[in-house]
Nanobody, 124 residues
């Protein structure tokens, strides 16, 4: 069982900043990638940013230059991913979900895990 626990959401004024955190724990042999998706009311879930175990990151065009994703893998098998969000806009308002693609063994199939979501509200 793998758990992704997010924190850091909240209410912020337009132009402000927030930092989201996500901790992955459980039966993880290795992580291929971790990242963030978001879902605004009435819209489909979309990729915000993702980073691979090799350090390659990818961003949605709408957040490039404003958001930064980073991750760490601790010796205690606690993996973290962060999303620093600057110059927030009202259109960034959404529930943000942590995501991970991971392996439970050296030769096992990859699996997906999702967090429960954290709400980010940007007031104009």
């Amino acid at each position: 069982q793998v758990q992704l626990v997010e924190s850091g959401g909240g209410l912020v004024q337009a132009g402000g900043s927030l930092r989201l955190s996500c901790a992955a724990s459980g039966s993880i042999f290795s992580i291929n990638r971790m990242g963030w998706y978001r879902q605004a009311p009435g819209k489909q879930r979309e990729l915000v940013a993702i980073v691979t175990s090799g350090g390659i990151s990818n961003y949605a065009d709408s957040v490039k230059g404003r958001f930064t994703i980073s991750s760490i893998s601790g010796d205690n098998a606690k993996r973290m991913v962060y999303l620093q969000m600057n110059t927030l806009k009202s259109e960034d308002t959404a529930v943000y979900y942590c995501y991970s693609l991971y392996y439970t063994s050296a030769y096992g199939a990859h699996l997906d895990a999702w967090g429960q979501g954290t709400l980010v509200t940007v007031s104009s």
